[in-house]
């Protein structure tokens, strides 16, 4: 049997392997970009644009004074910020100069910051003030010693900076003090002085953490090396090829993220593939402003638009979103979270270009299966092994299963992680003998290759592309002294897919959903919030006592109507 029948459903054109040896780092692949695109734009972010030659400089730089503040050779440096345009800059000095990059969520409360950068051992941060008092909340018991605080406006130019900084500062900046703090623009003024000394960095070199979570409710840090992440983005460049050679554009190819980019999806197929491709990275700070968004897309080109189902369904609501300019839109790569047939099929009619849906995690560097880009409709898969990627089925005992069979998704190639950072037990948990990476996800492999995800063999909840762990969620309400017992699961929902229910059992009588919500929400970031709250008398156990969310989340989604969810 063929072990490899995928290849058999390539576009023409896209190559089986893909050589990540062609750049020893993301450092080389940067000084390619660099000195080929030099004078192109290579990020915009509210009307404000950086060429790559800009990127160069400034990330030269800033790269410089980390290595002033005696940071070792790869010390972990955490960036806590969402799309702007510092984000880039800061990534590209920390890889240049030899540190690893930690991506850290910006809305995360004070207790999950504080265990990513204990967890990290990160030694310097560099946050958004908008930020800054959640990071003081957490300080003390990190071994964070150096921090930089950026402004909305530091990079938008004087005049334009200052306004945007006046009316953040009013409205989005709450008090916090750090003292010994430095400032972005104030740094980046002190490398400007200074000699960047760029290390040698090999493709086994740690690149960036990207921290997800586990069945065991401990978010971990995947290690993904420069090497996975030039694999990663060496794939999704093939994997493109067909649609670009299918539609000229007649302006530089404009990538458009909106998705976040500490996320894994929009760090690779956006940021750095747009660094390899010598695209113009358009960033959306803030994607909730769907009016906003659109009105940064109006009257120009955009040729790839990657988004997770609620994102395309918020767009796709927007009356002003169809009167945009498709004409050069090229793909639409769908990811994170299942995406709707209906949603495709309106996007389709909206935008003629059909939404590509894919599948992949933190720990495989972002996509590792995607339908191909020639695809003409929604076909409910979420498509065939990317180049250099082998996908297997496996059973409860390690068997390998035939095309149709249902188990558990195993993943081998270069974009897998190197291991969970400090962690060689849970690595071993989620790694085979012979170097596949298993999921936890259950699906079908069909004849051809085509994947299809049926269901997840963790317990792990989807909200807008986003996880969310029930053991994170149930051991900060189990803290509530009123609490006796509780669980979390994942539940249908019309806008982000699933939404998170909560069962409680009080242990206090007088306990209300009101006062409950207001204890977890100061510890739970927005997306992990539970929606929906339902107290009981008692909760489904195993003959040990572990409670069945299986059977609390079957039971809820076969009463839906009924339960209004």
């Excluded at 270009?353 to 409910?380: H, K, R």
Aim: glycine share 8%; with cysteine; charged share 20%.
């Amino acid at each position: 049997m063929d072990e490899r029948p995928w290849l058999a459903s390539y576009p023409p054109g896209v190559p089986a392997e893909v050589d990540a040896s062609i750049y020893p780092s993301l450092v080389a692949l940067f000084a390619e970009s660099f000195a080929k695109n030099h004078d192109l734009p290579a990020y915009e972010c509210m009307g404000r644009q950086l060429t790559f030659g800009d990127i160069e400089r400034t990330s030269r730089d800033l790269g410089a004074f980390l290595q002033s503040l005696g940071l070792a050779r790869g010390d972990r440096v955490a960036v806590m910020m969402p799309n702007v345009l510092q984000y880039p800059v800061v990534v590209s000095a920390i890889l240049r100069a030899g540190f690893i990059a930690v991506n850290v969520n910006p809305l995360y409360t004070p207790r999950e910051l504080e265990h990513q950068l204990s967890d990290s051992g990160a030694k310097a941060i560099f946050i958004l003030e908008n930020f800054a008092a959640t990071l003081q909340q957490a300080l003390e018991k990190t071994q964070i010693r150096h921090i930089v605080i950026a402004s909305m406006g530091d990079m938008l130019g004087f005049a334009k900076g200052a306004i945007v900084n006046f009316v953040v500062r009013r409205k989005m900046v709450p008090a916090y003090a750090l003292p010994g703090a430095l400032r972005f623009n104030a740094v980046l003024a002190s490398g400007a002085g200074k000699t960047l000394d760029e290390p040698e960095l090999k493709p086994a070199d740690p690149a960036v953490l990207q921290y997800t979570g586990g069945t065991t409710g401990v978010s971990k840090g995947a290690t993904l090396t420069h090497g996975a992440l030039i694999a990663a983005v060496l794939a999704s460049e093939a994997w493109l090829q067909p649609a670009l050679a299918a539609k000229q554009a007649t302006t530089q190819l404009v990538a458009v993220c909106a998705l976040p980019l500490y996320h894994v999806f929009a760090f690779v197929s956006c940021s750095l593939l747009a660094m390899r491709a010598g695209a113009l990275c358009l960033l959306i700070p803030n994607p909730r402003d769907i009016p906003g968004f659109v009105k940064e897309l109006r009257g120009r080109k955009f040729h790839l638009l990657p988004a997770v189902n609620t994102l395309f369904n918020g767009l796709l609501g927007n009356e002003d979103f169809a009167k945009l300019d498709f004409s050069e839109l090229m793909v639409s790569n769908g990811g994170g979270m299942a995406v709707q047939e209906a949603v495709a099929r309106k996007w389709k009619d909206v935008t003629g270009i059909p939404i590509v849906e894919g599948y992949g995690l933190s720990e495989t560097s972002s996509g590792v299966v995607c339908n191909p880009v020639t695809l003409d409709a929604f076909n409910g898969t979420v498509g065939l092994p990317m180049p250099s990627v082998e996908i297997r089925i496996l059973a409860d005992n390690g068997a390998v299963l035939s095309p149709g069979a249902a188990g558990e998704v195993a993943i081998r190639g270069p974009q897998v992680m190197a291991n969970y950072w400090n962690r060689p037990d849970e690595t071993a948990n989620v790694m085979t003998s012979d170097g596949f990476f298993k999921s936890g996800d259950i699906g079908v492999l069909d004849e051809k290759g085509f994947l299809r995800i049926v269901d997840r063999k963790k317990d792990m909840i989807n909200v807008s592309g986003f996880n969310v762990y029930p053991n994170e969620i149930e051991a900060v309400v189990a803290e509530h002294p009123g609490v006796l017992e509780c669980a979390a699961v994942g539940v249908p929902d019309p806008r982000s897919g699933e939404a998170v229910m909560l069962f409680v059992v009080p242990r206090d009588p007088k306990l209300t959903k009101e006062e409950l919500a207001a204890f977890y929400k100061q510890q739970l970031t927005g997306y992990k919030t539970p929606k929906h709250v339902e107290f009981r008398k008692t909760l489904p156990k195993t003959n040990v006592g572990k409670i069945l969310r299986r059977e609390l989340r079957d039971e809820i989604v076969g009463a839906a109507p009924k339960a209004g969810v």
